[in-house]
């Protein structure tokens, strides 16, 4: 992985009053370049082959200019380019998925965030060492398929959208619907309702929900719909769809809003806390926008199944706030909540608190 000290030697040439902020043209990059502009940058869209045209459609969100690669992996040859256009890339999950975990990490180009948090967020049994550690309540994990006897979800490792997961009742079903190739963790499938909780961490804010360094916001909360896993049953009940050769996809096609009870707000702003103090520890910190992947149970505990350490795309239901961050400020979204903190970091001097 390319070092911070690096990246820093780039920052210093870099013209302060004419930033750029740039991702790739997908997943959550309209809410990203919209509150980029809000906040007085220029923006850039890297995409492949040409320009989506979707974005003539949007023109507050339209990036002010594009890079055009041959490939995600042309991105890699572009990073003199980007760093001529004093560049601050602001990664999510399709940039890093697309690129790959190995190659984001060596690029040469700052970006907003701690690389470091790649590593333990993309290896999923790293992630449990990091949420156990930081006394979060976890889905119980298997390691035997053979102790399989009651219903599991089968994820593989890495961002891939939902895509490949299944639940198995039985070593059977297991062994019949499991991809050895990849990496796979097993888990104990939780019944309860989804929520996506979607944070904010600052390393260089001191008010509000304060921490041991830094401060914690909750900007909104979504969940997602799976494709046909939410309709499915519309069909018949379990056992006629198995014996009909029909089984449910967990592939993410969009999201719809969400507000807790207000009673669950002080667990809520717990476990963020836990995992962010515990990241502190491990990593240096993870920076910016994260997602806490959870079940709320009928005995309101709330079980943390998984963490994504980016901007996640539940957050573009927000792009002109939500009943929470609308309580902080009006008209923020979390694309615009990173524009904010970089343009502060940038008045403060403080670039290297949150670029890496």
């Not at 889905?139 to 895509?163: S, T």
């Not at 309101?300 to 009943?323: H, Q």
Request: hydrophobic content about 40%.
């Amino acid at each position: 992985m390319i070092t911070k000290q690096q990246i820093l030697e780039f920052l210093k040439n870099y013209d302060m009053e004419n930033i750029t902020i740039a991702t790739v043209c997908s997943h959550s990059s309209l809410q990203i370049f919209d509150g980029a502009r809000k906040e007085g940058f220029r923006t850039l869209g890297i995409c492949v082959g040409k320009p989506p045209k979707f974005y003539e459609a949007f023109p507050k969100a339209k990036p002010d200019e594009y890079l055009i690669v041959d490939s995600y992996e042309d991105i890699m040859n572009k990073v003199e380019e980007l760093r001529e256009k004093n560049v601050i890339i602001i990664p999510h999950g399709s940039f890093v998925a697309y690129l790959g975990t190995e190659s984001f990490a060596e690029m040469a180009v700052p970006t907003f965030g701690n690389r470091a948090v790649l590593e333990w967020e993309s290896d999923r049994d790293m992630e449990r060492e990091w949420l156990l550690g930081a006394g979060i309540h976890m889905p119980g994990k298997i390691d035997d398929p053979r102790e399989i006897n009651g219903p599991v979800m089968v994820k593989y490792h890495g961002a891939k959208g939902g895509k490949g997961f299944f639940i198995a009742k039985t070593c059977e079903e297991f062994e019949e619907l499991i991809d050895r190739t990849q990496k796979y963790t097993i888990q104990e499938f939780i019944t309860g309702t989804r929520y996506y909780l979607h944070y904010f961490y600052s390393p260089i804010r001191d008010e509000g929900y304060t921490l041991s360094k830094g401060s914690l916001e909750l900007l909104s909360m979504d969940r997602r719909v799976e494709s046909n896993a939410d309709e499915i049953f519309r069909l018949g009940s379990p056992r006629e769809l198995v014996e009909s050769g029909i089984r449910p996809t967990y592939v993410v096609t969009g999201n719809v809003p969400l507000v807790a009870r207000e009673s669950l707000l002080p667990l809520i702003f717990s476990l963020g806390e836990r995992v962010v103090e515990e990241s502190l520890g491990l990593f240096g910190g993870m920076i910016g926008s994260f997602c806490l992947e959870t079940v709320f149970t009928d005995e309101l505990e709330i079980k943390v199944f998984e963490i994504s350490a980016r901007i996640v795309a539940g957050t573009n239901l927000y792009v002109t706030g939500s009943p929470y961050s609308d309580l902080i400020e009006e008209n923020m979204s979390t694309g615009r909540r990173i524009a904010r903190e970089i343009k502060l970091a940038a008045e403060a001097g403080k670039l290297d608190k949150i670029i890496s």
